[in-house]
């Protein structure tokens, strides 16, 4: 049976990301390939029950199995009332997140999504409000009745300008805004990858909804137009109703305003009997509209629209949409209307002003810039690279740079880092020729974009370690270790100049390196950078130190990989070991991450202190064995009490016994009872419904998280007295 029919109610598969209270959610896929793809770029502690879910707020631990599905579960203990937590329990974050986004791309200023309106509950409906409060979009989620919608109609337009309705699945008010207005929008969510795509439906009477992205949707004043509406001066209406629509005039050009252009350089181009025909140059005042994420114009600079489209804004203004921005030249502006126009060719600056270096020239650059950009641990942009290289406002295509950084990462060797990773592009992620650079280098399979994000991530630590340990390696005051698995060769400061000393340095350094010995290599290299008589020497000291670089770089990072996929296996399983298991796994940890060092390690140690925390409240607590102990006489004393056909209470299980129940950790109790059932057989009621609250007319409060750790289906909150119910009269039933 596939994943997704699985009847399954015990696990969670959606949470929200950043803290308690957000509104970012995620949908963990059900199988294991899905749960890789999901947590590339993500730790274990990013996720929430968050409260727009209906949750505790708590942190939840994604879950990775072969045998099942994938899940997140809760940390103990757990206290939490959500009952929602299948894959389209977020549904209304993704269609809030989905329509805010939207309209913020529809240039609309003060966008706001409310995810519990006055009068309703989480996941109900949702409110997203724009142009300062004054247009409301409602997205009705549950059910109503048509009088309770007809009332909250009149009652949202006395308080907004405009309003649009969008309906949910679950919704059945489609019908009545079709009879209001000819047609109703719906809205749906469903599994794509790692995310929930959103989707907008147009609902005509009789006939099938018609969906569609909502990048396909415009806003207009009447409301939200959709590929199925067109939008008319008298109001949004169906397409396939309105018929050929006749152009208003004869021409298809848009109109100007006097005040918006400068016409400049007029040449006669031809004469007909009707017209004069001029080429001229035409400068056009207009609005510019750009991402949020977009770097910022200078006044002083010229620049290309990348992706452009050319349209009018609500005041009758020229408004230019694009992408970015590609920067050409520099030109001054002359009064309010810049009545300079740019050179002709400002995309192509002249070769007498500034000439092109030449590839040599500029590869030198590139990696002299990126060098010191990794010793120092940072990243560089692409126009800093190319100011650098004196390149002067010229453009370089993605082929190009591919060409020139392909000659910067040579020679290439067996592990040697990506030095090219450190460049990022205008998003702050890989520059956007990272991909063809990878191809180049040899990887041969496709990418996808977090497959690339996490070759970029990985290969930019690499780099920063590389060049780090090199630049300690060749500073003159570095120690040299007096435990050498070699002898060292001792030479003075005449002997270092001569090029016999020099060349048996180079052979010592040779033989460690075949024999695998990294520390006598190292030291050898050092001694051979000091006594290297000629720039040709420096030249092949140069290789040797790129082999050692690249070799500690392996070295140090398969040392990570190592201890990442430890404290994987700790994040994945630390709950379920026995605390001796927990303490050898972590004092593992902790050796690795003393190994590697502060910065690499960083997301490693803080996992790690969690867990030596947990590991110290848990030696507080029962272990394994005295759990066992307990439970085999709380079993004994519960299957008594079955025979006897009556309940009882933890407080008079801790007499029956003669054991300190009542103080126990309710995480140690909850352990306990599982353990009594763990020999239960399937078909039988639990023991632990047996044991109930103070008074006994109710079940025990932690009976549902029992439930749960014995992989039984716990019910909702709701159903749990009736499901307990039914449990205490199967027992009755098998007397």
Known sequence: MPYAEEEDTRKVQTAVIGRAGSDWPVFLPYDQDGFDRFMRGRTRDDFYCGVLLGGCGKRLSPKRYTDKKCHFAHRPPVHCRRTEIG???????????????????????????????????????????????????RVQLARRSKRESEEADTDLRVRYSELDWLFGPDSLLANWQIERQGYALRVQCRSLGVTRAVEIGTQFPDMPVEWTSLSECTLTPEGIVTPSLLHAADGNVPRHAAGPVEPAHPQSGLPLTPASVIITDATSAHTTDAHHWFNVSLRVNARLSLPAHADSPDRQHAYLPVDAVLSFDSDGTWLIKASALQHVGTYPTDGPMGRATPPAATHDPSPEKHPLPSDAEIVASFRKTLENTARSKNVVTMATLCKGASLHGHTLSVGRWRELLLQVEQPRTTGKPVLSSLIKGRDGGPAPFFKEILHGLGWTESLSDAELLDIWNRERGRVHTAYSRSSQANSP?????????????????????SRAA?????????EARQAGDLDAYEQNLFLAEQAAPSTDAHETLRDLTDWLVNQRADELYESWERLSALVDEINRDGDDLHPDQLRVALRSANDLAEEIGGDLAAEERHNIARWQQHLERMTERLTLSQIRGLAVAVRVALRQSAREGRTTTWGELALRI????????PD?????????????????????????????????????????????????PEALFMHWRMALRRHSELR
């Open 502 to 510: 020099f060349d048996a340095l180079l052979d010592l350094t040779h």
């Open 477 to 497: 005051s570095r120690p040299i270790h007096e435990a050498s698995r070699r002898p060292l060769i001792r030479i003075g400061r005449k002997e270092a100049e």
């Open 87 to 137: 894959e389209d329990s977020a549904d209304h974050l993704y269609v809030g997140r989905a329509v805010a986004d939207w309209l913020k791309q529809q240039g609309q200023p003060a966008v706001q999504p409310v995810y519990k309106p006055k009068g309703h509950q989480v996941r109900e409906a949702v409110d997203v409000s724009y142009a300062a409060g004054r247009r409301l979009i």
């Open 658 to 665: 003669g054991a300190p129940l009542a103080a126990l950790h």
């Open 668 to 716: 140690d109790k909850i352990a306990v009872l599982v353990e009594a059932d763990r020999e239960t057989p399937d078909d039988r009621p639990p023991l632990s419904a047996l044991v109930t609250a103070h008074g006994g007319d109710r079940p025990h409060p932690l009976y549902q998280q029992i439930l749960f750790n014995l992989d039984l289906i716990a019910p909702p």
